[in-house]
């Protein structure tokens, strides 16, 4: 183990210089390092992240606090609905303390996403009744995986979506069940009782239970 530590001890990405390691948690697989930021901090990061290999980790989040501060002296766009999701994403992605930063920290944006500026005029400007969506969960933030999206779009696009075909459309559940006039409540508490999604979309109320064969 202590030959692994050899390779990377002194290993710097962005800010970050890793000090030590690697030590082993029981409740994590894979090891982690201790690395510390040019701000002072110290921070930990796992192989099975790859973030150090791969230079993906660029501080300990005071990079980002940086871009905002530089953002709000440049562009006067800081109360913007396109500034304010540009925001948020970086925060999701690089602040260990936002409540999603464990779902998105192998999400990082790419590094020319850094300036709000370039993020701008590769998106546009947000439409109203919309917000920053990945096309493709499993990739990161780019010009090629994201869109503006409405709430419905997004519903759509959720991981956990049931999906069943409708006159020939496949859709997720709630739209299914729209198009079909009938109550979600009732059909996905029926899914979860073991139905057929189908079954439980078409079949009256007052059905027996039908389970999947």
């Avoid at 201790?34 to 990061?45: E, M, P, R, T």
Wanted: aromatic fraction near 10%; glycine fraction near 6%.
């Amino acid at each position: 183990m202590r030959g692994i530590a050899q390779n990377l001890i002194g290993t710097r990405s962005g800010k970050l210089v890793v000090i030590d390691g690697p030590f082993k948690r029981t409740e994590m697989k894979g090891f982690f390092w201790q690395c510390q930021c040019d701000c002072g901090n110290l921070v930990d990061h796992y192989i099975g992240t790859n973030q150090i290999l791969k230079n993906k980790a660029k501080s300990c989040g005071c990079f980002m606090v940086e871009q905002v501060k530089k953002s709000n002296t440049t562009h006067g766009l800081t109360k913007t609905r396109t500034y304010i999701s540009w925001r948020s994403m970086w925060q999701r992605c690089t602040d260990q303390n936002h409540k999603s930063y464990s779902a998105y920290k192998d999400k990082t944006p790419i590094d020319r996403w850094r300036s709000f500026e370039l993020f701008l005029k590769d998106m546009g400007e947000r439409p109203p009744k919309t917000s920053l969506e990945r096309i493709d969960n499993l990739k990161p933030y780019s010009p090629e995986n994201c869109k503006w999206a409405t709430i419905y779009e997004q519903q759509q696009n959720r991981s956990t979506n049931i999906f069943v075909e409708i006159d020939g459309k496949k859709v997720c559940l709630k739209e299914a069940c729209r198009l079909k006039n009938v109550k979600y409540g009732r059909v996905k508490n029926r899914v979860r009782l073991g139905w057929n999604p189908l079954d439980a979309i078409i079949q009256p109320s007052f059905s027996r239970r039908h389970t999947i064969a």
